[in-house]
Nanobody, 125 residues
């Protein structure tokens, strides 16, 4: 089974930046599509971005396009989410997740079988 651990969250002022990391173990990382999701209090979990096996194709939610960048380093079994120009509405717990096959965008939560425990991102206004 694949184990995922997110890190890099914290408290940042509006307009600031954070870089989230997702460390994977247990299986070959390059065999999986990686996605980032977030969940704010009282709201449903939503997809933020996804990246294919070798990083050749990326996808972003409209709300983060131009501000967030998803990437991966398969040699290190690690994925990343660079978040720039952060806004208070970006405040949420951020999760990384893996899926065996790439489906159509936007991807649903049920497409992903492995999940990390999340990291808190708080953006002050």
């Amino acid at each position: 089974q694949v184990e995922l651990v997110e890190s890099g969250g914290g408290l940042v002022q509006a307009g600031g930046s954070l870089r989230l990391s997702c460390a994977a173990s247990g299986r070959t990382f390059s065999n999986y599509v990686m996605g980032w999701f977030r969940q704010a209090p009282g709201k449903e979990r939503e997809v933020v971005a996804a990246i294919t096996y070798r990083g050749l194709t990326t996808y972003y939610a409209d709300s983060v396009k131009g501000r967030f960048t998803i990437s991966r380093d398969n040699a290190k079994n690690t994925g990343f989410l660079q978040m720039n120009s952060l806004k208070p509405e970006d405040t949420a717990v951020y999760y990384c997740a893996l899926d065996r096959k790439m489906g159509s965008w936007p991807l649903g939560l049920t497409d992903f079988h492995s999940w990390g425990q999340g990291t808190q991102v708080t953006v002050s206004s």
